[in-house]
């Protein structure tokens, strides 16, 4: 999945991998001329550690 920052209009858009796009976020939530977007959390898949 990309995050697309839209300036005009102020929009933050979700791209899936088939092409399909949804509005994540709009300046009715507080968005103010994006110009680029930044994603950051955890993997979801679990993962070993060895020592």
């Known amino acids: 999945m990309v995050f697309a920052a839209h300036n005009t209009p102020?929009?933050?858009?979700?791209?899936c991998p088939g092409g399909t796009t949804s509005t994540v976020l709009?300046?009715?939530d507080g968005l103010a001329s994006p110009t680029a977007t930044a994603v950051g959390g955890r993997l979801s898949t679990s993962r070993t550690q060895g020592g």
Request: hydrophobic share 65%.
């Open 10 to 15: 102020t929009k933050i858009k979700a791209v």
């Open 26 to 28: 709009m300046a009715a």
